[in-house]
């Protein structure tokens, strides 16, 4: 990054700006009273702010700060670690386009940029550009909407730092069965990331390519309580420093999520538990086996409270000694554009040293409501 | 590196042989069954009713008094579940899969949650500007839209206040939309849809003047309420209420201790006669300031399926303005 400061203001400005006139522009196509004569009716009236001809505009902004001896996720007592642009919308009937940019620290990056085919014939759905891979359940999430100040110990091992992504397409469908439950099937192919930004893959021709499948399983076990589980596998060709003799690295991922809220008292009470596991080993016969796993429980006790704990266990690639660790949040989300967050971690890194560390996450969106993920 | 090599077969290679051929045989097997001539023809070419998906429980119970036999709907969100925070939960995606009809309030009450519900459901029939989709706001009267939109003042809808529902005389406009949309995807049955229509229409007429007899004897008109969130302005509107002030000023942000310390005493002086608040919210706070100003509570069902008992449109006036006369009842000497 050349001038992350100058980079960062533009950006907010060039952001900003389009997304006021946006607002505006909305505000003035609205303001008008309601028509004396009912519009006729017509196919498929636009009445989302998300609608309008120019895309969806909004920014989530992320400032953190740190105390401790634990500089592992920051080098600064106070950063603002991420400004992520979402410019979304429909490109024509059949495809939608979504783009999220992200500017910090290092710089700006194009953290996902894909159009959509939103129901191919039979039932499928494409995606092309590059995305954040379908490996495990919390790899697709941008780390500014994770619960957490930093990205458990596992998928910074496995999956990097800023998770893996992939530039290549997708294919999902869903599959029938006898009772009717929510089962998808997903297979990417792309190119491998950038080596400097993952623990595990590197391509040296384009022949090289990341293949991955996922496969997942909704099971609503009653009104206020759901279980989701899937499973990943991911083969690509390894880090030369890591595999020297030229086999593939492959990854196996495994994650199950308990959701419980009551429907009558949604916006009072909810549990979130999420359990994943990630198992690394490589392509040749007698290949050594890395693993490891996370698991958080987030609990609402109160309509804009959260406490929440989670516990680290991981491998390295190519390397059996361990780290644990265990972090502990408070989060108050005064409404649903903003999260303040304070988190404690304590890390027991490989050869015994502990690292601690407190963090205030604050993130803040701007911009029109999007859809929540679920 | 230093490191110890386990010297085992890679159990993951075989693991991802057989996940890799597993997930190429489902997804080829679940395109090309979908990619089956009988599943891409339109639903109402066939004899099975209709699958119309409304977002809530009342779209669905009108849907059901135009489409009579010859539709099945389901809602997403029940009638006891605040519309504006349901979860996208992808068993949702499963029935709006098989869709053929697809009915949304709009004016982005369902915003957090629809849009990414139909991206995902890979229905091409019910998606925006499909003919199997209807947005059932489309010829209503909208109330209270904004003339600036700021999240300065909460999470405001932009398009208006999307309750428009809980006017009776909007159950025409939202059965029109929802007919016309039955129209588009089933027009050997357009004329069937018009006369249950039209039905619904008289039989929605007769009632709301019953109801606004109602309201006359309850002394309704003119009368200075209180509501928890804006849900009942077109109720208001209907029965001729004055909503005076809100518990909850700023959508979707609790209420600031000063705010519920001027509304009391506002409620005290302003001769208020009724707070008026919708199920899911918890009602220790307006339960809180019914009894520090003496005003009557009434917790009614702002949806049809709120209660077990409020099967249609003409169950859930009957019951709100019941609650509102047994609140207004408990007071009078």
């Known amino acids: ?374 | 590196m230093n490191r110890t090599v386990k010297a085992t077969p890679a159990p993951l290679v075989r693991f991802g042989r057989a996940a890799a051929l597993g997930l190429g045989v489902a997804l080829g097997a679940t395109l090309a069954a979908g990619t089956h001539p009988g599943l891409l023809r339109p639903a109402c070419a066939e004899e099975r009713p209709l699958l119309v998906v409304t977002t809530t429980e009342d779209l669905a119970a009108i849907a059901r008094e135009v489409g009579g036999e010859r539709v099945t709907v389901a809602a997403l969100c029940r009638g006891y579940q605040d519309p504006h925070y349901l979860d996208a939960r992808p068993s949702y995606m499963v029935q709006l899969k098989k869709a053929d009809l697809f009915v949304q309030v709009g004016r982005d009450l369902e915003v957090g949650w629809a849009p990414g519900l139909l991206n995902g459901a890979r229905n091409p029939r019910i998606l925006l500007g499909a003919p199997g989709f209807v947005d059932a706001s489309s010829q209503v009267q909208v109330l209270e839209i904004p003339a600036s939109v700021s999240r300065a003042q909460g999470d405001v809808h932009p398009f208006g206040n999307p309750h428009y529902w809980l006017d009776p005389a909007n159950g025409v406009p939202i059965a029109r939309a929802i007919r016309d949309g039955l129209a588009r995807v089933d027009g050997a049955n357009a004329a069937l849809y018009a006369r249950r229509c039209a039905d619904f229409e008289q039989r929605l007429a007769a009632a709301t003047a019953r109801w606004r007899q109602q309201a006359r004897s309850l002394d309704l008109a003119g009368m200075k309420v209180v509501t928890y969130h804006r849900s009942w302005s077109y109720f208001a509107h209907a029965f001729g209420l004055q909503v005076v002030d809100v518990v909850e000023p700023k959508p979707g942000i609790p209420p600031s201790p000063n705010h519920v310390q001027r509304l009391v005493a506002g409620m005290k002086q302003g001769g208020v006669r009724l707070l008026l608040m919708e199920p899911w919210f918890d009602g220790r706070l307006a339960a809180k300031i019914s009894r520090d100003t003496g005003v009557p509570l009434a917790i009614a069902p702002a949806s049809v399926g709120a209660e077990p008992a409020i099967h249609t449109i003409f169950d859930l006036f009957d019951r709100q303005l019941a609650l509102i006369g047994q609140a207004l009842g408990e007071t009078r000497p």
């Open chain 1, 1 to 374: 990054m050349r001038s992350p400061s100058v980079v960062l203001l533009l950006l907010a400005l060039g952001a900003t700006t389009p997304a006021h006139a946006q607002a505006t522009g909305a505000a003035d196509s609205i303001a008008p009273a309601p028509p004396a004569e009912p519009p006729a009716a017509t196919t498929g009236v636009p009445a989302t702010s998300a609608s309008l001809t120019n895309p969806a505009i909004s920014v989530i902004g992320w400032f953190q700060a740190l105390a401790g001896n634990d500089s592992t996720v920051q080098d600064e007592a106070f950063e603002f670690r991420e400004a992520e642009i979402a410019l979304q919308a429909a490109v024509d009937p059949f495809t939608r386009a979504d783009f999220f940019i992200a500017a910090g620290p290092e710089g700006l990056e194009v953290e996902e940029g894909y159009v959509t085919w939103l129901a191919l014939p039979g039932g499928g759905q494409a995606r092309v550009g590059k995305f954040r891979a379908d490996l495990g359940k919390f790899n697709r999430t941008h780390p500014p909407e994770t619960p957490f100040a930093d990205r458990p110990l596992a998928t910074v091992a496995f999956l990097g730092e800023e998770g893996l992504s992939t530039t290549g397409v997708s294919l999902s469908a869903l599959v029938p069965n006898p009772m009717d439950l929510y089962w998808d099937v997903t297979a990417n192919l792309g190119a491998p990331p950038d080596p400097a930004g993952n623990p595990l893959f590197e391509a040296s021709s384009r022949a090289d390519v990341l293949a991955l499948g996922r496969t997942s399983l909704f099971v609503p076990l009653r009104e206020s309580a759901d279980l989701n589980l899937g499973v990943s596998y991911a083969s690509g060709p390894a880090l030369a420093s890591l595999r020297a003799d030229g086999s593939r690295a492959q990854l196996g991922a495994a994650d199950l999520t308990f959701r419980w809220k009551n429907p009558r008292r949604s916006i009072y009470r909810s549990l979130l538990v999420q359990v994943e596991a990630i198992v690394e080993q490589g392509s040749r016969p007698g290949a050594g086996r890395y693993a490891g796993a996370f698991g958080y429980a987030v609990w609402q006790f109160a309509r804009q409270w959260r406490i929440g704990v989670r516990r680290d266990w991981t491998e390295s690639p190519g390397d059996r000694a361990d780290a644990t660790g265990v972090l502990a949040l408070l989060t108050c989300k005064p409404s649903e554009f903003s999260t303040l967050s304070l988190q404690a971690r304590r890390v027991r890194a490989p050869g015994g040293t502990d690292r601690a560390a407190a963090f205030f996450k604050w993130t803040f969106n701007i911009g029109p409501h999007g859809a929540d993920p679920y």
